[in-house]
């Protein structure tokens, strides 16, 4: 059915053989001439104001080269904060891991002995870490203003959304359901840990830095620090995972242009793990309460949500609960309200708004199907969206394949059964949820010369965190110059030799750069005829700067989970014995590299459900779970084989109708899980992670 | 990491004599020290290498005991024959501890001595661990903490051969600057309420050099079963090292030792005593489960450790004791 | 086994250094001078089959002295806490943290990380199979994972899912591949020759 020579066909990633053999360069792995580690100091508590810093110890240290404090150092970090001035270094301190200073030294031991040097005078503040909490009068200030961050509009008010008349909806409903649910902070925990190094030659500032995107990275390196763009270059090779926690200039990256600066050398600064863990940033805990609306038949009348978001004391992400819009209803209404509170920031991880808010909907859905005494995928199959927001048609829509199909390949029939059924004490249980993710047309750019040895340059602003991003822009490229793989050579994550790309988060890359790629590719074709073949050192180049206007049809991807669940009701343990993961993302680019990443999507999904949370101690405000070990993180016996089912629909938009696929992966796994647990014992868990003593809790 | 000197000695007397420099400390596998150094929990001066030492790895019969080298990886120590047959709850809890990586370099010894894995201790809280005054565990997130014999710290032994080792009757064989001492491995743990900052009676400049196990007797059967907190690499949420003396189908005496519950390797005398003499019947384990978990002191979070021992107590006993 | 060596507090400034740093990339070689006055040792380290000799601080750990003093940049720093796997290697034949070594400890002894599976241009069984069943993502963990598969196969040369699956515990992978790995190991096993094994 593929009548496509490359896309659509399974193609091992073009740079696989540098990943296997070690000689991938990650930016830890640079080193420069002359180069200095720098660490930084961090807040010890949750709230502080900072009386005084004393350098004297660590500057006299044999070795240490420069210091930033907000004493020398008061750069705003543009994008740590889209509502607050959020400085490289703060005061107050306002969670545990804030930055206080930064030091550069001849190596990374002695930079850190010298952090331990430095001596803050703190006076303690309250501190608040529950977005509720937060909001009550009284609670501690932590920005001014007031802990409600203000909505898009810069209001104080909660992000709404409403369609129909909730309360009209509600009263036409024969049942009403009421349930609220909560999930926790999780940490994004890519293998990476933050590295960035910094080089001044002249006037002209070179970051390597580890980004999801060096375009934005560039950009907002250069608006930071008063630079002119074309001063500024950012390089990122080959780059260890972000899941959405790399897409921006970071302030280490900041920090250590300006070490670099003021030491005269080049710095790599450096994170720990347990760092990386506080001090970028996490997915938002969030507190949801929910009503629903329904008539006898099952038909849903009413979906109203409340909820509230803990964005950390800095507001960088959107803080959105979605997943409500993947269901028909008339009468809608959303209110989420973003609160500042003294833990770790959050922002993107992984389809940022989603996982959290399809666990609450869909858990909550799965006990209006359960009370109607219907099959929770019939359920799904008569109430799931089929305009978006019940107005805008969609370019494409799979959903029902997705669960139709996916519950057959999954043998639902065979492994579901009513709650609880099953003589113990190990039972099974089979669980399913559904979701949509956005797939937005967007600017990007890509530029393709031709030499006359016949190969294909195609410079593209990607550095690939994992999702084979090269290797996609390489394969539309072939297609669409109708050439084999091999004559592509692509030239990435540079920003002095690639142009803008939007950077690989909101899972935009291949939509947005992707589509660049075959407008370039286009256009070489028509100078190709137009000129002929490039002879001796000739080359012909094809630039593309596309902005494609959205359609006005609504773009999503869709998507579908069935898990099935062993749960051992003596004690607690809950293991996930067969998984299947449907997915409608449009044309599939690379099948061989589009299945890893819903299989690593759904595992991610298991663990969130199972196990992760950054957990605080109540009584000091400081953070007990950060790192692998304390966040248990999945690992090879935890994964389940995670069986992939493409549901291909046709789209006229994006490259060759290739549609959004790296998050919608994760976004249903969370709820499939604890909606399989609930099937094999009866009782759901409604807070996340659903750990062993929640499970026990709820049995006793 | 602070700057430190990595010493090898000569033998077992030189180490114990290297110890008596300030800020010395032992390494065995070095897995667990280096990451408390890095944390800061340890500040090092000297780290007394005994891998350097020759010897203190091997596993030999003498006479009707096993002796057993302190240095032994637990990699090793879990495939050795003669462990794996005669003391299987030995091998098992090796086998248990973290990973391939970490049973290649971590030894016997260090995992018996090593200090708790409490997020309060291993965040660096002020703590009796830390040379504090207080165990923030009691009004904090307790879920994986004591419940039997806490107080004033609530911290659970993290080692899961320790309990193994009390279920076989092993002896410690300790080395110090005057000389050599066996302690009995039930008594070589500590009680909070006894020293609320050390988990076991091993003075600064002794070093645990060897352990010795008793001739197992030929109906002797013996398990060690893990709760973990993900299904690999974590300490034990609640463990049971049960060691079994059958004839026949009828249990002689029986040794239950658990993980996971308290501050020490906990051993349940009562419910040995249940069991003596007795066919080990679903009855008969399921009163054991229940008699296990008489006296448990829930704290307000971990009160599940109460089912859960109970289940793994009875499980246990009864797997082991139908096992063909 | 490790021989005993002494390890000797340098007084004073002027440390001689014999760390043989190998050009990265194009960047001209760079000794790693061991900062005077704190402890340091010489060693003589086996590494993939060269016999290396060099003076390290006690302190530094073992992947610290592979990527920042021998060049050998394949394994990674994940967590420095032995929590992630990203630094497997191999010292005698068997995997470790190399973040949870300290290089003295690893005197008279053999190391094997990723850059040494490559043998005279060709790759291991095991790479090639990561690269057809799409191993890496992120690629971060991958030199850890290769290494744990390695030692695997060094002594199972044909093992189960699950055996594959228990051999690399110890190696996380947040992009999550794991069935990719596995697939990957049990193809790899699938086609090793006598030639391409290796006796344990």
Known sequence: MNTLNQVGHASPRIDAQKRVTGTATYTGDIRLPGMLYARVLRSPHPHARIRSIDLSRAQALPGVKAILTRENCDVVWGSGDTRNKRYLFNNPVRFAGDAVAAVAALDRHIAEEATRLIEVDYETLPFVLDPEEALQPGAVEIQPGGNHSPNNRGERQPEVYRRGNIEEGLRAADQVFEDHYTSAHVNNAQLEPRVAIAQWEGDKLTVYASTQGISNCHTEIARDLNLAPEKVRVICQFMGGGFGNKNQCHDFDLMAALLAKQAGVPVKLEFTRKEDFLSVHGRWPTKQYYKVGVKRDGTLTAIQLRGYSGMGPYRKGSGGIAGIEIYQCPHVERSVTQAYTNIAVSANLRGPDYPQGVFGIESLMDDVAYSLKMDPVDFRLKNMTRKFNDQTPYTSIGLEDCIRRGAEAFEWKKRWHAPGAGSGPVKRGAGMAMGSFFSSMGRSSAVIDLDSRGMYHLHVGVTDIGTAAKTTMALIAAEELGVPLEKIDVIWGDTDRCPYSVGESGSRTTTHTGYAVVEAARDLKRQIAEKGLPQGSQMLTATANTNPAAPTAARYSFVAHFAEVEVDTELGHVKVVKYVAAHDSGRVVNPLTATSQVKGGAIMGIGMALHEELLYDKATGLPLTAGYYGARVMTHLDAPEVEVLWIETEDAYGPFGAKTLGEPTIIPSVAAVANAIYNAIGKRVKDLPITRDKILGVLA | MKAFANVNPRDVKDAAAQLRQPNAVIVGGGSDLLGMVKEHLVQPDVLVNLKAIRGLDQVSAKGAEVHIGGLIPLDSLSHEPLIRKSYTVLAEAAESVGTPQIRNAGTLAGNVCQRPWCWYYRNSFPCFKNGGNKCFSVAGENQFHAIFGGGPSFIVHPSDTAPALVALDAKFRVAGPSGERTVPAADFFALPKVNASRENVLARDEVLVSIQLPRAGRGVRSTYHKVLDREAWTHAVVSAAVVLDMDQEVCKSARIVLGGVAPIPWHLPKVEAMLAGRRITPELAAQAGEAAVEGANALAKNGYKVPLTKGVVRRTLLGLATKA | ?200
């Open chain 3, 1 to 200: 086994m490790s021989r005993i060596s002494r390890r000797k507090f340098v007084e004073g400034t002027g440390a001689g250094i014999v760390a043989t740093a190998v050009p990265l990339k194009g960047q001209t070689a760079r000794t790693a001078p061991v900062t005077p006055s704190v402890p340091h040792t010489t060693i003589q380290v086996t590494v993939n089959g060269e016999r290396r000799k060099i003076e390290v601080e006690d302190r530094w750990t073992l992947v610290e002295v592979l990527r920042d003093h021998l060049g050998l940049t394949g394994s990674k720093v994940g967590c420095d806490r032995g929590e992630c796997g990203a630094c497997t290697v191999l010292l005698d034949g068997r995997p470790v943290y190399s973040c949870s070594q300290l290089a003295v400890w690893a005197d008279g002894r053999s190391v094997e990380t990723v850059e040494g599976l490559t043998q005279h241009g060709q790759l291991d069984a095991l790479q090639q199979a990561f690269i057809q069943h799409d191993g890496p993502q992120c690629g971060f963990c991958t030199s850890g994972q290769l290494m744990s598969a390695k030692a695997l196969l060094n002594h199972n040369p044909h093992p189960t899912v699950d055996e594959v699956r228990h051999a690399m515990t110890g190696n996380i992978c947040r992009c999550s591949n794991y069935n990719r790995y596995v697939e990957s190991v049990m193809a790899a096993a699938g086609t090793l020759s006598a030639s391409a094994r290796r006796k344990a």
